[in-house]
């Protein structure tokens, strides 16, 4: 579709209109947070930052002393939060559609 095209160019007399939106990611990441989880799409250049924000704003974490980790044998911690979830698919398993991590209070 023309991105120029207005709805009312393609029918002026229509009261309602059906879309259809199509995720184009390309992986899920699943983040838990103590007893909840939220399951994001996300595709290889979304970064860690992003998916820390996400379980925060969501759960309404206030605590600032939070950490994103990395479920796999070694439960890493993500320091670095503009890594790529394309480095982060490289740290767990290959052929996995899903990442799991966590979001942590910090150990102080």
């Known amino acids: 579709m023309d991105a120029t095209l207005s709805l009312e160019q393609i029918d002026d007399d229509a009261k309602e209109f059906i879309f259809?939106?199509?995720?184009?990611?390309?992986?899920?990441?699943?983040?838990?947070?103590e007893m909840k989880s939220i399951k994001l799409p996300c595709h290889l250049d979304t970064t860690?930052?992003?998916?820390?924000?996400?379980?925060?704003?969501?759960?309404?974490?206030?605590?600032?002393?939070?950490?994103?980790?990395?479920?796999d044998k070694d439960q890493t911690e993500l320091s670095d939060l503009n890594t790529r979830v394309e480095d982060i698919y490289s740290l767990v398993s290959e052929g996995s559609e899903e990442i799991q991590l966590e979001t942590r209070r910090k150990e102080i």
Do not use: G
């Not at 995720?23 to 838990?32: D, E, G, H, K, V």
């Not at 860690?48 to 479920?71: G, N, R, S």
């Open 20 to 33: 259809q939106l199509v995720c184009t990611a390309r992986m899920n990441c699943l983040i838990r947070y």
């Open 48 to 71: 860690a930052l992003q998916l820390y924000q996400q379980p925060l704003e969501k759960f309404h974490i206030k605590d600032t002393q939070t950490e994103l980790v990395i479920m």
